[in-house]
């Protein structure tokens, strides 16, 4: 019993550890995209394009990290949650996969929000090319989910499966709320359609973490 308890612990410590490093990590680029991206560019996109940045941010940075657990196995294991460095390289190509989706996902979300458009005349990129950029993610993405569906074994379809169901459920009760309130009056924060964008992005992200949670698989 002793043992089991140590062992527990121990695997706790090192969750925690990797959550902490990856909130630095987090906190350091938020600080790092702020500082160059200025408070007169941030004060003109609003808080909707803003948060649709944060969360392409976020995509991002899962991006960098899963890549570079894959490019660096041993140290990668000391940040991600694997059980060592035999687990990055066997899971390799299905991580890779998932690497470059993720990576594509956050390019668009970033685009998108410094797009210029109404009310924000400033942004940086244009509304065509951001669009552009979008589809392509979009229609590339569906045609790799198709193509590449049997890379993954059935634990991981299992899991993507459950990830998209509390994605929707998530996104469906939250943009209901709020969309109802800002229809009564009641809403503190009117909903835009980028917020709809923004929602369903990061709720993908939160389901996928509860998915993986449910499983127990967050403390390895």
């Known amino acids: 019993m002793s043992t089991m ?13 990797r959550m902490m490093v990856g909130a630095l990590v987090g ?10 991206a200025g408070s007169e560019l ?20 899962m991006a960098a990290l899963v890549g570079f657990g ?7 294991a000391t940040l991600l949650n694997v059980a060592d460095a035999d687990e ?10 998932s690497v470059l989706v993720m990576g594509a996902l956050a390019l668009a979300f970033f685009l998108l929000a410094l797009a210029r458009g109404p009310g924000f005349a ?3 990129v244009s509304a065509t090319a951001a669009m552009g950029v979008l589809l392509i993610v979009l229609v590339g993405g569906a045609f790799a989910s198709w193509r590449w569906q049997g890379a993954y074994d059935e634990l991981n379809r299992q899991l993507g499966l459950e990830g998209c169901a509390w994605a929707f459920g998530l996104s469906w009760l939250l943009l ?3 969309a109802a309130a800002d229809f009564l009056g009641w809403g503190v924060v009117a909903l835009t359609p980028i917020d709809v964008v923004t929602t369903l992005a990061a709720m993908m992200l ?12 967050m403390t390895r």
């Open 206 to 217: 939160v389901g996928a973490f509860v998915a993986i949670g449910r499983r127990g698989m």
């Open 5 to 17: 308890t140590q062992d527990n612990v121990a695997t706790w410590k090192r969750s925690g550890v």
């Open 70 to 76: 894959l490019a660096a196995p041993r140290a990668g």
């Open 176 to 178: 209901t709320l709020w």
């Open 42 to 61: 941030l004060d003109a996109m609003g808080p909707s394009r803003v948060a649709l940045g944060a969360v392409g941010l976020v995509y991002g940075l």
């Open 27 to 36: 906190a350091g680029a938020m600080s790092a995209v702020l500082a160059v």
């Open 88 to 97: 990055l390289r066997e899971e390799r190509s299905g991580m890779l996969l």
């Open 122 to 124: 400033a942004g940086p």
